[in-house]
């Protein structure tokens, strides 16, 4: 861990203006001090500011300082800054109650000046520990659920978001659609103009969907060129509609290739989620078969998955 190139910041809530100087005089070379004279105006201040730690005083009038904290607890924007109770009030039943109510530590004055500098700096470190965890966990999550080539997301997210999908069309029995797209010939694509052209086709067919579809609409690289698109409650008629705008428009795109212009074409299989739909596997199995006769067809176009009569069109 490497020191910060940023200072972090305290805030200080006290309604006595002589602490807060002593309290800033002695920490002013370990953080950026801001303060509060009353618990109110503390609780807006550490919502906006979001400070790295409060030094919060118990005795004030209006809210006092387990009022504060509570406060402070119920917001999930605060409810992580490390709260320490800097306090006149020596009793342990005191100090008990602070601690219980989430203060990390607990101060009572009058202070030695090293032993609230150590506090301090102690509790500073954590901090910062713990928000380069969360950072860290949240780029892997990110990870986790994404394509790297394309950022879209990827198989295991998509299957996740599938399964939900499932379970809310059984509850509710409104339409839900899956569609399958995958690239033409993109093996081809691959040998004729290199790798980098088959990843620049693969990263516009991306590009393309995801602005066409709607905000609930879940898209992800299911696989090499092989494409899906959650569409939840959506009748087959429209999802169709948009299966076939969405194929069209990839038709039209060109790449730049050398000093060529390069086209490709997708197909695709819709299906509709059922009832009795046991698994995600049935679903993206029948939106396959569709996906397969539309290649089968000629490629560049759609086929709806319909038990009774499966039907071509674009
Ligand atoms: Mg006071």
Same mark, same amino acid.
């Given at each position: 861990?490497?020191?910060?190139?940023?200072?972090?910041?305290?805030?200080? @809530?006290?309604? *006595?203006?002589?602490?807060?100087?002593? +309290?800033?005089?002695?920490?002013?070379?370990?953080?950026? @001090?801001?303060? *509060?004279?009353?618990?109110?105006?503390? +609780?807006?201040?550490?919502?906006?500011?979001?400070p790295d730690l409060i030094l919060l005083d118990i005795s004030m009038p209006g809210l006092n300082g387990f009022e504060v904290l509570e406060h402070l607890k119920q917001s999930q924007t605060t409810a992580d800054i490390p709260v320490i109770f800097i306090t006149g009030i020596p009793d342990a039943e005191t100090e008990e109650k602070g601690l219980n109510l989430g203060a990390v530590d607990y101060i009572t004055k009058p202070f030695a000046s090293a032993v609230v500098k150590a506090r301090v700096r102690h509790q500073l470190k954590l901090q910062r520990l713990t928000t380069a965890l969360k950072e860290a966990n949240t780029r892997l999550t990110q990870l986790a659920m994404s394509d790297p080539l394309t950022g879209a997301y990827n198989r295991r997210y998509f299957l996740d978001a599938l399964k939900k999908e499932l379970e809310r069309v059984q509850r509710y029995r409104h339409p839900s659609i899956l569609m399958v797209f995958d690239i033409d010939r993109f093996k081809s694509i691959n040998d004729n103009y290199g790798h980098d052209i088959g990843d620049k086709v693969i990263i516009e067919m991306v590009k393309v969907s995801t602005t066409m579809l709607r905000k609930n609409d879940t898209f992800s690289r299911f696989g090499g060129e092989e494409f899906t698109i959650l569409l939840p409650e959506t009748p087959l008629a429209e999802a169709s509609q948009i299966a076939n705008r969405l194929c069209m428009q990839i038709a039209r795109t060109t790449?730049?290739?050398?000093?060529?212009?390069l086209s490709f074409t997708v197909s695709c299989g819709v299906t509709q989620l059922r009832d009795d739909d046991q698994s995600p596997d049935s679903i993206i199995k029948r939106a396959d078969i569709a996906l397969y006769q539309a290649k089968?067809?000629?490629r560049n176009q759609v086929v709806i998955a319909d038990d009774t009569a499966p039907l071509v069109s674009n």
């Open positions: 861990m490497t020191e910060p190139d940023t200072m972090q910041t305290i805030l200080i @809530i006290d309604d *006595a203006k002589e602490n807060i100087v002593v +309290l800033s005089r002695l920490l002013k070379s370990q953080a950026n @001090i801001i303060f *509060a004279l009353s618990g109110e105006e503390g +609780l807006k201040i550490a919502g906006t500011n979001l790449i730049e290739s050398g000093n060529k212009a089968q067809s000629g």
